[in-house]
C-alpha cells in the first residue's frame, strides 16, 4: 500500500501510483461516480486527493476506465492521462486485461461452472435479467466460477470475467440457482448484509511501459467472508 486516502466514514487504499495509473481498492458501499443519490463518489474522492498531493488547481483529469457496482468493493485501477485512458479503455473494452473475483453464493457449487448468458438491463429500473438468445437489445455475458470451498450451505468462489455486462456475476449466478450471500438486488439478502463479492485481483498492462501489473485485495474478515477466514488466506498465500 503506498497511502490511505479518508473520506469521511470511507478509507481507501492506494496500491500504485505513477504518472500514467493510479490502482486503490474501493470500499464497499461507495459509488464509483457521482450518480441521483448526491453522495460522495470514488471518482471525486480520488481527483481530490491527486489535486491536493500535487497542488494542482483547477479539475484534475482522472479517467474512469471500468466500474464497480455500488456494493461491491476491491481493486480499480484509473488513468491520470488521457493516452493512459484510451490505452486502458481499449483494453478493458476488448477483454484483454484478468479480472477476478471472490464471492460467496448460497448452496454448493461442486464443480467449476461455465455460465453464458443474455443479458437485457431495464433502462428506468436499472435491474437485469437472463433473457433468451436474441432478444433485441440482449447482450452475451460469460465467465466461469469455480468452488474453492463449502461450508454451511454456503460456498467460496473464484469468479473469472470474460464480458463486463452491468450486474453480469449477480445475475448469472441468481439465475444459476447460486445467489450470492447479501445480494438484496438479486439474492434476497436481508437488511444489514453486506453482498459477498469482491473485486480481488485485477491484472493488465502498463499503458507506456506495456508490461504485465498484478495487484490483489482480500475482503474484509466480516459478514459472510468470516467462515472462510483460511481458505482465502489460502488462496491469496497461493496468488502472491
Not at 4 to 25: C, M, P, Q, S, T
Not at 64 to 83: N, Q
Not at 148 to 163: P, S
Amino acid at each position: 500500500m503506498v497511502e490511505r486516502v479518508r473520506a469521511g466514514r470511507f478509507a481507501i487504499d492506494v496500491l500504485y501510483e505513477d504518472n500514467h495509473l493510479l490502482v486503490v481498492v474501493k470500499p464497499p458501499n461507495l459509488p464509483v461516480q457521482a450518480d441521483s443519490s448526491g453522495d460522495d463518489d470514488l471518482l471525486s474522492i480520488l481527483k481530490r486527493y491527486i489535486g491536493n498531493k500535487y497542488q494542482k488547481p483547477g479539475n484534475v483529469y482522472l479517467g474512469l476506465v471500468h466500474r464497480l457496482d455500488r456494493p461491491v468493493g476491491g481493486v480499480m485501477v484509473f488513468a491520470r492521462t488521457s493516452k493512459a485512458a484510451s490505452r486502458l479503455s481499449a483494453d478493458f473494452a476488448g477483454h484483454a486485461q484478468d479480472k477476478r473475483y471472490l464471492a460467496v453464493a448460497r448452496g454448493e457449487v461442486i464443480r467449476p461452472l461455465e455460465l453464458e448468458d443474455a443479458l437485457l438491463k431495464d433502462g428506468s429500473t436499472g435491474m437485469v435479467r437472463v433473457v433468451p438468445e436474441g432478444t433485441p437489445g440482449a447482450k452475451r455475458a460469460r465467465l466461469v466460477t469455480r468452488p474453492l470451498a463449502r461450508r454451511d450451505g454456503l460456498t467460496l468462489l473464484e469468479v473469472e470475467l470474460f464480458t463486463g455486462r452491468a450486474h453480469q456475476i449477480r445475475v448469472q449466478h441468481a439465475h444459476a440457482g447460486f445467489p450470492l450471500w447479501g445480494d438484496a438486488r438479486y439474492g434476497g439478502g436481508r437488511p444489514g448484509q453486506q453482498i459477498a463479492l469482491w473485486a480481488a485481483s485485477l491484472t493488465f498492462d502498463h499503458p507506456t511501459r506495456h508490461e504485465a501489473m498484478r495487484f490483489v485485495s482480500a475482503p474484509p474478515d466480516e459478514g459472510a467472508w468470516a467462515a472462510f477466514r483460511d481458505d482465502i488466506g489460502a488462496y491469496f498465500g497461493v496468488c502472491f
